[in-house]
């Protein structure tokens, strides 16, 4: 069975970085595309940035796009998003989610595997 476990998540300041880790654990690592999503209070999940199973293919959600990456190293069978200039708007739980389909997707019911989330919060 495959496992996901996020770390990194915590409280910062608007403007400050953070680095996501999502680590997999219990499958070929490299037969799977990897996204971040996050919820916060109230809201529906959405999506945040996806990789493919090689790595040479990424997306971003626009709200995020030139101040999140993400990126995987297979050899460590984890995948990262680095945050950077952080605003209040981006606190939620983030959740590491994946699956075997061979295609990154924006939809949470594309993914067969999720993780626990970590929070982010992130203050004015």
């Known amino acids: 069975q495959v496992q996901l476990d996020e770390s990194g998540g915590g409280l910062v300041q608007a403007g400050d970085s953070l680095r996501l880790a999502c680590v997999v654990s219990g499958g070929i690592f490299s037969n799977l595309d990897v996204a971040w999503f996050r919820q916060a209070p109230g809201k529906a999940r959405e999506f945040v940035a996806a990789?493919?199973?090689?790595?040479?293919?990424?997306d971003a959600a626009d709200i995020v796009k030139g101040r999140f990456y993400i990126s995987r190293d297979n050899a460590k069978d984890t995948v990262y998003l680095q945050m950077s200039s952080l605003k209040p708007e981006d606190t939620a739980v983030y959740y590491c989610?994946?699956?075997?389909?061979?295609?990154?997707?924006?939809?949470?019911?594309?993914?067969?595997?999720w993780g626990q989330g970590t929070q982010v919060t992130v203050s004015s």
């Open positions: 990789v493919s199973q090689s790595g040479r293919h990424t």
């Open positions: 989610a994946a699956d075997r389909s061979g295609d990154i997707s924006f939809y949470t019911g594309a993914y067969e595997y």
